[in-house]
Nanobody, 117 residues
Framework: QVQLAESGGGLVQPGGSLRLSCAAS????????MSWYRQVLGKQRELVAH????????DYDGSVKGRFTISRDNAKNTVYLQMNNLKPEDTAVYYC??????????WGRGTQVTVSS
């Protein structure tokens, strides 16, 4: 059974940090590109960061570049999102996404991140 299980969300003050994790199971993690998306209630889900399966190249939305870092550990079937200098506008539900363009794509259930004083 395919599963993407996000963890690490929570409440943090502006300027603080969080590290999200997404543990994958039920599919071959190493052949999938991995991404983090976020969604605010009533708005479209938006891409935050992406890491490729082969080269490990990363891409970021401009609003998080320099503050967020995506990484993956293929031995642990896990992708991470280190979030530093968090801002209130980073408040959202964060979702893990796996895709490789040929096989089925998968979403996690999300983890809430709230940035507030």
């Amino acid at each position: 059974q395919v599963q993407l299980a996000e963890s690490g969300g929570g409440l943090v003050q502006p300027g603080g940090s969080l590290r999200l994790s997404c543990a994958a199971s039920g599919f071959t993690f190493s052949i999938y590109d991995m991404s983090w998306y976020r969604q605010v209630l009533g708005k479209q889900r938006e891409l935050v960061a992406h890491i490729s399966r082969s080269t490990g190249n990363t891409d970021y939305d401009g609003s998080v570049k320099g503050r967020f870092t995506i990484s993956r550990d293929n031995a642990k079937n896990t992708v991470y999102l280190q979030m530093n200098n968090l801002k209130p506008e980073d408040t959202a539900v964060y979702y893990c996404y796996a895709a490789n363009g040929l096989l089925a794509a998968y979403w996690g259930r999300g983890t809430q991140v709230t940035v507030s004083s």
